[in-house]
């Protein structure tokens, strides 16, 4: 599935790369079961705590297969990352409106921001424990902002597009709501009325 040229997934780091062989398909479903054990996990307990063991344990393999499939705690949360990324992408592209298609593009824009504070500040730990690859999140910036781009575009507003996707996307970045929530004391339903103001004054609507 695309969006602007950007597939679901597209903050992917395990891309097959040409010629390779496919992973098997009992492979595909053990690497799911874990990544799932691993989201219970995270759920449950935070980032922070998790481990490989605990992982290995939920999902009924040995630490070592656990070890196999990730190379490291590292490499395990990278992959936990692309996989809820993946799976909040494909809602955008697909799911119920109104942040998927079927509602109108003011009320899909204003239901993006919405999901990808929510989505943000629920990754905000495992984007730290993730590592400081760069394609994932370069991957996951060309998604949202082809989608925001395109939302602008349907509610034709005038002015320069990219410029005022980047100032939409940039409050709603991990790092940044992070640090407000965290470190600031900011009410996470403040910034999002902060942020569905600055969307009305773009539309310019009341």
Do not use: C
């Not at 990730?70 to 955008?92: I, K, P, T």
């Amino acid at each position: 599935m695309t969006l602007g040229g950007t597939s679901v997934g597209d903050s992917s780091v395990g891309d097959i790369s040409l010629g390779a062989r496919p992973p098997r398909a009992d492979a595909v479903r053990n690497r799911e079961v874990l990544l799932e054990a691993a989201h219970r996990l995270v759920a449950q307990r935070g980032a922070d705590a998790l481990t490989m063991a605990q992982v290995a344990d939920e999902g009924g393999v040995g630490k070592g297969t656990v070890y196999r499939r990730f190379g490291s705690r590292e490499g395990l949360m990278a992959a936990l990352l692309d996989h809820s990324e993946a799976r909040w992408q494909a809602a955008v592209i697909s799911g119920p409106p109104p942040l998927g298609p079927g509602a109108p593009p003011l009320d899909r824009l204003l239901a993006f921001g919405a999901s990808r504070l929510e989505r943000n500040l629920a990754s905000a730990d495992l984007i730290v424990a993730a590592g400081s690859d760069q394609r994932r999140p370069l991957g996951a910036l060309r998604f949202v902002a082809a989608h925001v781009r395109q939302l602008l575009l349907a509610l034709e507003i005038g002015g320069d597009t990219n410029l005022l996707t980047s100032a939409l996307l940039a409050p709603l970045e991990a790092s940044v709501v992070s640090i407000q929530v965290s470190d600031q004391g900011v009410d996470p339903a403040q910034i999002l009325a902060g942020w569905t103001d600055l969307v009305r004054r773009v539309v310019r609507t009341d």
